[in-house]
């Protein structure tokens, strides 16, 4: 009885210590980043594996995501008889909402995963022990440019998977349900502004891979050395990512669009 | 055994430039379990110093002292005339320059070609031209013999061919003192017999101070000048192979231990009540 009400009582300390841990990690990262700037073809080899690689799932999800909002924001919109507008709502909601959130959901299962697996392996076969050993610092060696490289590659395939939503869009609208193609786009430019629309979605897609990379490079790197460990920091990864994705985007909602 | 003296610090005991890593009453204390008790050790230098014990006794933690990885929770670590825990984090790195150390399983970098992972400590450290980085590695890896497997990957490499290329590493930075974890773990007759020339040939040739941390005690006794015999975190028995073998026939402990003996002051079974008492008793005794 007592100790289920100290665990109870500990759990939210707990939490503020996690918390802290990761914001000293993410403290430690960013002292990190300038010499990790210093090796370009290092980040480069980053980018490539955290986010090139992420492209197609992007495209095809974008793409789905495009024709279903097409489908169902035309069939909503013809019983108002407002299927002009059809552009511009898919290309608001998009951009606004479900590029940067869908785009970081897809980004943690893909690269998050992928990324918390590889720290773990690295701790568990000792790899980071080793690089401390030879005086090589494995933050700035190795967890520095793999973030750097998430939070430049967030953004751009959150622009990709707009652009390809768009494209879904378009293409029911227009190819399938006989939209005049000019009535499309001239809503859609009419109704898209650059700041407030584009930029903020952007802004938000930097949060989101801030946040699923740190995740993912934190529980990585904090794995327990054994199997379990590394199955539990690779799931960790996704299910925190998310979480945080979700929460986050509701409080940048609130605040970006007032 | 002898006991180094403790007063006074460093410069007690042999001469202080040929000795290569001293602990002075060094404990380890992890998760409230003392690991390591009130530790005397002297690794001379230029010389092979087996540092051997049972599973479990703190002999890798032993290691991580070395390295710099734990700080002692008492007592002191002097690595080549330096308090490793005083040291900030630029003095602490440019001290592990000159050490190079081989883990358990190598802790090959999985991403890098063989070749790659040798050269890592000279690309980091250094700004040897390429070519220069070239002739070191391949000469290195001549040394450890695996000269032709540069361009596999450590998934290709078998456990020996691992632990050798991790050797090579471990040296290429031509260190002064290496720190061999368990080196002979896991490995078949022929690839034990290759490492074990390597750590005597390396140290020989080029000059090393090496600390060798293991239980395979006929193999250290082939190979090393020094011995410390850890039990519990202990030392409880220390000298050259002659004074050892000495010391076993006046301690059953150490006897135990360097024979191989199943039963004796370390018991075969872990501490439990009556046989008795738990196959007739059952639940509610």
């Given at each position: 009885m007592k100790s289920t009400l100290s665990e109870?009582?500990?759990?939210?300390?707990?939490?503020?210590?996690?918390?802290?841990?990761?914001?000293?990690?993410?403290?430690?990262?960013?002292?990190?980043?300038?010499?990790?700037?210093?090796?370009?073809?290092?980040?480069?080899?980053?980018?490539?594996?955290?986010?090139?690689?992420?492209?197609?799932?992007?495209?095809?999800?974008?793409?789905?995501?495009?024709?279903?909002?097409?489908?169902?924001?035309?069939?909503?919109?013809?019983?108002?008889?407002?299927?002009?507008?059809?552009?511009?709502?898919?290309?608001?909601?998009?951009?606004?909402?479900?590029?940067?959130?869908?785009?970081?959901?897809?980004?943690?299962?893909?690269?998050?995963?992928?990324?918390?697996?590889?720290?773990?392996?690295?701790?568990?076969?000792?790899?980071?022990?080793?690089?401390?050993?030879?005086?090589?610092?494995?933050?700035?060696?190795?967890?520095?440019?793999?973030?750097?490289?998430?939070?430049?590659?967030?953004?751009?395939?959150?622009?990709?998977?707009?652009?390809?939503?768009?494209?879904?869009?378009?293409?029911?609208?227009?190819?399938?349900?006989g939209l005049d193609p000019g009535v499309f786009w001239n809503n859609l430019r009419?109704?898209?502004?650059?700041?407030?629309?584009?930029?903020?979605?952007?802004?938000?897609?930097?949060?989101?891979?801030?946040?699923?990379?740190?995740?993912?490079?934190?529980?990585?790197?904090?794995?327990?050395?054994?199997?379990?460990?590394?199955?539990?920091?690779?799931?960790?990864s996704v299910v925190i990512a998310s979480l945080a994705v979700l929460s986050c985007d509701y409080l940048m909602t609130a605040f970006l669009y007032r | 055994m002898t006991k180094t003296p403790r007063a006074g610090g460093p410069p007690s005991g042999p001469a202080n430039d040929e000795v290569a890593v001293r602990l002075i009453g060094a404990s380890l204390r992890r998760g409230g379990r003392e690991i390591l008790r009130d530790l005397d050790l002297v690794v001379p230098r230029g010389r092979i110093t087996a540092v051997m014990g049972p599973s479990g006794t703190g002999k890798t933690s032993l290691l991580s002292l070395v390295s710099g990885e734990l700080a002692p929770s008492k007592g002191q670590v002097f690595v080549e005339g330096q308090d490793i825990n005083t040291l900030d984090r630029r003095r602490l790195y440019a001290l592990r320059r000159r050490m190079g150390m081989l883990f358990q399983e190598g802790a090959l970098f999985t991403d890098l070609s063989v070749f790659d992972n040798v050269a890592f400590p000279l690309r980091e450290h250094t700004r040897l031209p390429e070519a220069l980085v070239r002739v070191i590695v391949l000469l290195k890896l001549e040394a450890v013999g695996l000269r032709g497997a540069a361009d596999l990957y450590p998934s290709e490499l078998s456990g020996g061919m691992a632990r050798r290329a991790a050797?090579?590493?471990?040296?290429?930075?031509?260190?002064?003192?290496?720190?061999?974890?368990?080196?002979?773990?896991?490995?078949?007759?022929?690839?034990?017999?290759?490492?074990?020339?390597?750590?005597?040939?390396?140290?020989?040739?080029?000059?090393?101070?090496?600390?060798?941390?293991?239980?395979?005690?006929?193999?250290?006794?082939?190979?090393?000048?020094?011995?410390?015999?850890?039990?519990?975190?202990?030392?409880?028995?220390?000298?050259?192979?002659?004074?050892l073998r000495a010391q076993a026939a006046a301690s059953p402990w150490v006897r135990q231990f360097l024979e191989g003996e199943a039963d004796g002051p370390v018991p075969f079974h872990y501490p439990a009540r009556p046989l008795w008492d738990d196959l007739l008793g059952g639940e509610a005794a």
């Amino acid at each position: 009885m007592k100790s289920t009400l100290s665990e109870i009582g500990s759990s939210p300390f707990q939490a503020v210590a996690t918390l802290g841990a990761v914001g000293l990690f993410l403290v430690r990262i960013l002292g990190a980043i300038p010499r990790a700037l210093a090796r370009p073809r290092a980040l480069v080899e980053q980018i490539f594996v955290v986010g090139a690689v992420s492209t197609n799932l992007i495209l095809v999800g974008g793409l789905f995501v495009g024709l279903v909002m097409g489908l169902q924001f035309y069939t909503a919109l013809a019983r108002f008889g407002a299927t002009s507008a059809l552009g511009g709502l898919v290309a608001l909601s998009l951009l606004r909402e479900l590029s940067p959130v869908v785009t970081a959901l897809l980004y943690a299962g893909r690269a998050g995963t992928s990324l918390a697996s590889e720290l773990g392996l690295m701790r568990a076969t000792e790899q980071f022990k080793a690089m401390e050993v030879m005086a090589v610092d494995p933050v700035e060696r190795v967890v520095a440019p793999r973030f750097l490289a998430g939070v430049i590659s967030v953004p751009l395939l959150t622009a990709l998977f707009s652009a390809v939503g768009i494209l879904g869009g378009y293409l029911i609208g227009v190819r399938l349900m006989g939209l005049d193609p000019g009535v499309f786009w001239n809503n859609l430019r009419a109704s898209v502004r650059f700041r407030q629309d584009f930029l903020n979605g952007e802004f938000k897609a930097l949060v989101f891979g801030i946040l699923c990379t740190l995740v993912a490079l934190y529980e990585g790197y904090h794995s327990d050395p054994t199997a379990e460990g590394l199955g539990r920091a690779t799931t960790r990864s996704v299910v925190i990512a998310s979480l945080a994705v979700l929460s986050c985007d509701y409080l940048m909602t609130a605040f970006l669009y007032r | 055994m002898t006991k180094t003296p403790r007063a006074g610090g460093p410069p007690s005991g042999p001469a202080n430039d040929e000795v290569a890593v001293r602990l002075i009453g060094a404990s380890l204390r992890r998760g409230g379990r003392e690991i390591l008790r009130d530790l005397d050790l002297v690794v001379p230098r230029g010389r092979i110093t087996a540092v051997m014990g049972p599973s479990g006794t703190g002999k890798t933690s032993l290691l991580s002292l070395v390295s710099g990885e734990l700080a002692p929770s008492k007592g002191q670590v002097f690595v080549e005339g330096q308090d490793i825990n005083t040291l900030d984090r630029r003095r602490l790195y440019a001290l592990r320059r000159r050490m190079g150390m081989l883990f358990q399983e190598g802790a090959l970098f999985t991403d890098l070609s063989v070749f790659d992972n040798v050269a890592f400590p000279l690309r980091e450290h250094t700004r040897l031209p390429e070519a220069l980085v070239r002739v070191i590695v391949l000469l290195k890896l001549e040394a450890v013999g695996l000269r032709g497997a540069a361009d596999l990957y450590p998934s290709e490499l078998s456990g020996g061919m691992a632990r050798r290329a991790a050797l090579a590493r471990a040296v290429v930075m031509d260190p002064a003192v290496v720190l061999y974890d368990e080196p002979l773990t896991g490995l078949d007759p022929i690839s034990m017999g290759v490492i074990l020339r390597l750590i005597r040939d390396l140290n020989h040739t080029l000059g090393l101070t090496s600390v060798v941390v293991s239980h395979d005690v006929q193999e250290m006794l082939s190979v090393a000048d020094h011995f410390y015999v850890l039990a519990d975190g202990r030392l409880i028995a220390q000298g050259d192979r002659e004074s050892l073998r000495a010391q076993a026939a006046a301690s059953p402990w150490v006897r135990q231990f360097l024979e191989g003996e199943a039963d004796g002051p370390v018991p075969f079974h872990y501490p439990a009540r009556p046989l008795w008492d738990d196959l007739l008793g059952g639940e509610a005794a």
